[in-house]
């Protein structure tokens, strides 16, 4: 459970929205982060052959990022973790991982967001359906 206590509800963009909002949070930078994330997910899963991605804006005002899919992806991370998540849950992990990345170069502003960005997804991954996994893949 997040440490608020009180339930972070998601949000799907719609195609308006995919522009604006992570304009909004993260300025020009935004195009950083996506790759980014696009890169981390490649390296992580080898089921990952590029696609569409949904946006996701988070009730507590993070924003992240997943695979349009209904597969599981078969995950392998330089940390031991070797499973298979949902997209949504890959999408949770990758993002995470550029966010923890991009947190420490860059832009001061960029990096700064990116952490904050990086606590307020961790605090929604706490009440998914997949987060023993998704914190054993992240640890």
Not at 91 to 100: C, M, N, Q, R
Request: hydrophobic share 40%.
């Amino acid at each position: 459970m997040n440490t608020t206590d009180t339930i972070i509800t998601s949000q799907l963009l719609d195609d308006e929205q995919r522009l604006s909002v992570p304009a909004e949070i993260f300025s020009f930078d935004f195009l950083r982060l996506e790759m980014a994330v696009y890169a981390m997910t490649d390296n992580l899963s080898p089921d990952y052959k590029g696609g569409f991605w949904d946006f996701y804006l988070l009730s507590n005002g993070a924003f992240f990022m997943a695979p349009s899919s209904d597969k599981q992806f078969h995950v392998v991370c330089d940390n031991g973790f070797e499973g298979e998540l949902s997209a949504d849950a890959l999408g949770i992990v990758a993002s995470l991982y550029a966010y923890s990345h991009q947190s420490f170069g860059g832009p001061s502003k960029f990096a700064e967001t990116c952490a904050e960005q990086y606590h307020l997804l961790r605090e929604y991954m706490f009440d998914h359906a997949e987060v023993a996994t998704i914190l054993s893949a992240i640890d």
